[in-house]
């Protein structure tokens, strides 16, 4: 909205405060426009928005306090809706209807800190008109319950009972994605639009649940680490559309999935590429998961560290294919370095994941799962540790590995 008004009106709000309607404006502009958002085309709710509050201005003395002045442009915002929708029916056009979409979603958390986004609205379709809207205002607009009873024209009381037992039935229709707790949905509510929603996404949600429910807790058990954040899980519809969203638009057909900061973002199990299989995307999220978990211990632990423990939990990669793939380096004594497992480039794809896989399965066998929690968290101290300097360990790494071959 233009601020280039001049003097913009005041009135008194509530509490008998003088406040400007560039007060108003910026306190209720974003819950307006979400309105707008979910009940219109997203792309129009900017401008729809302006249209809301220049309206209000242009008409701030019909305004009599006799409800919250939220509540007064709700119903501008309302009439807004209506008009969209009478034009939009004589252009033969259908309304945006956010219950159709995985925009709409909602954010289960379960052991405490992994967050995965799930389409609500098959759900939401279950509820009565008005249930909808009520849940809508409260989650999707943030209104409170007094602002909601003066909106719907129902008492406070009714509107309180109305919404606990829509989210009771809500809970009840997500009860097939296992016992995961529900939180405070209003502290979860996510706006993401990756791919739309149907029932074979619905599996994978599952799947995906399943997987890392069975592995979370028992990591940060076995790291001696309680995650600082949470993590959220965004899921893309293909590989080109995955690796186009991560900027690597030529990447190799195994780069399925990435983190950044808290987010991990992987392809769909159900378009996984040439080289993966529905079963090794899920697998490769736990392995992205202990990867961040250990990014978490510590920022500057090595690549092949934090490769070697996600290839060691998600125990994507039998022993076959470590075996054929590994082995003419092993015997012509070209095992890479510790350097060179730091790769960071496509290469790494050659054999990177399996030799970091190695030496992580070596360090546990040889000297214990304590001794690697000492070295995520203090990568440089080789003497300390192992009592080897690392040209010493990597040596002895790679006799251990050339016997195991005979």
């Given at each position: 909205?233009?601020?280039?008004?001049?003097?913009?009106?005041?009135?008194?709000?509530?509490?008998?405060?003088?406040?400007?309607?560039?007060?108003?404006y910026?306190?209720?502009?974003?819950?307006?426009?979400?309105?707008?958002?979910?009940?219109?085309?997203?792309?129009?709710?900017?401008?729809?928005t302006?249209?809301?509050?220049?309206?209000?201005?242009?008409?701030?003395?019909?305004?009599?306090?006799?409800?919250?002045?939220?509540?007064?442009?709700?119903?501008?915002?309302?009439?807004?809706?209506?008009?969209?929708?009478?034009?939009?029916?004589?252009?033969?056009?259908?309304?945006?209807?956010?219950?159709?979409?995985?925009?709409?979603?909602?954010?289960?958390?379960?052991?405490?800190?992994?967050?995965?986004?799930?389409?609500?609205?098959?759900?939401?379709?279950?509820?009565?008109?008005?249930?909808?809207?009520?849940?809508?205002?409260?989650?999707?607009?943030?209104?409170?319950?007094?602002?909601?009873?003066?909106?719907?024209?129902?008492?406070?009381?009714?509107?309180?009972?109305?919404?606990?037992?829509?989210?009771?039935?809500?809970?009840?229709?997500?009860?097939?994605?296992g016992?995961?707790?529900?939180?405070?949905?209003?502290?979860?509510?996510?706006?993401?639009?990756?791919?739309?929603?149907?029932?074979?996404?619905?599996?994978?949600?599952?799947?995906?649940?399943?997987?890392?429910?069975?592995?979370?807790?028992q990591?940060?058990?076995?790291?001696?680490?309680?995650?600082?954040?949470?993590?959220?899980?965004?899921?893309?519809?293909?590989?080109?559309?995955?690796?186009?969203?991560?900027?690597?638009?030529?990447?190799?057909?195994?780069?399925?999935?990435?983190?950044?900061?808290?987010?991990?973002?992987?392809?769909?199990?159900?378009?996984?590429?040439?080289?993966?299989?529905?079963?090794?995307?899920?697998?490769s999220?736990?392995?992205?998961?202990?990867?961040?978990?250990?990014?978490?211990?510590?920022?500057?632990?090595?690549?092949?560290?934090?490769?070697?423990?996600?290839g060691?939990?998600?125990?994507?990669?039998?022993?076959?294919?470590?075996?054929?793939?590994t082995?003419?380096a092993?015997?012509?004594?070209?095992?890479?370095?510790?350097?060179?497992?730091?790769?960071?480039?496509?290469?790494?794809?050659?054999?990177?994941?399996?030799?970091?896989?190695?030496?992580?399965?070596?360090?546990?066998?040889?000297?214990?799962?304590?001794?690697?929690?000492?070295?995520?968290?203090?990568?440089?101290?080789?003497?300390?540790?192992?009592?080897?300097?690392?040209?010493?360990?990597?040596?002895?790494?790679?006799?251990?590995?050339?016997?195991?071959?005979?």
């Amino acid at each position: 909205m233009s601020r280039a008004h001049g003097k913009l009106p005041g009135y008194p709000d509530n509490q008998g405060t003088k406040r400007t309607f560039e007060d108003t404006y910026d306190e209720y502009r974003p819950r307006i426009r979400q309105y707008l958002a979910l009940k219109l085309n997203p792309t129009a709710a900017d401008d729809l928005t302006q249209q809301v509050f220049l309206k209000a201005m242009e008409n701030l003395d019909k305004f009599n306090g006799t409800s919250s002045l939220f509540t007064w442009i709700f119903k501008i915002a309302q009439n807004t809706v209506k008009n969209e929708y009478r034009s939009l029916a004589r252009k033969n056009e259908k309304p945006y209807d956010f219950t159709r979409f995985e925009s709409q979603s909602i954010s289960l958390d379960f052991a405490g800190y992994v967050d995965i986004r799930i389409d609500i609205g098959a759900a939401l379709k279950k509820l009565s008109e008005r249930d909808q809207q009520i849940i809508s205002l409260r989650f999707f607009v943030d209104c409170t319950l007094q602002e909601i009873s003066q909106i719907v024209g129902m008492r406070e009381s009714a509107v309180k009972n109305r919404l606990y037992r829509s989210l009771a039935k809500l809970k009840k229709e997500l009860r097939e994605w296992g016992d995961i707790t529900i939180m405070s949905i209003l502290d979860l509510i996510s706006i993401e639009s990756k791919s739309e929603a149907n029932h074979h996404q619905n599996k994978v949600h599952q799947d995906l649940f399943q997987e890392l429910k069975n592995n979370v807790e028992q990591m940060a058990a076995k790291y001696n680490h309680q995650p600082s954040r949470k993590i959220v899980i965004e899921i893309y519809p293909d590989l080109p559309t995955f690796h186009q969203a991560v900027g690597e638009s030529d990447a190799p057909n195994w780069f399925m999935g990435t983190f950044d900061n808290c987010t991990l973002k992987i392809v769909s199990p159900l378009n996984p590429g040439p080289e993966h299989t529905y079963h090794s995307i899920l697998r490769s999220t736990l392995h992205l998961y202990a990867m961040w978990l250990i990014s978490d211990i510590n920022p500057l632990a090595p690549r092949w560290i934090r490769q070697g423990i996600g290839g060691y939990e998600a125990q994507q990669m039998s022993e076959d294919f470590i075996r054929s793939t590994t082995t003419e380096a092993i015997l012509s004594r070209a095992i890479p370095s510790f350097e060179d497992l730091n790769d960071d480039s496509w290469d790494f794809g050659k054999t990177g994941f399996q030799f970091s896989y190695l030496i992580v399965a070596f360090m546990i066998e040889k000297y214990g799962l304590d001794s690697l929690n000492q070295f995520i968290r203090n990568p440089d101290d080789y003497y300390g540790i192992f009592h080897l300097s690392k040209e010493d360990l990597h040596e002895q790494w790679a006799k251990n590995l050339q016997h195991q071959l005979h």
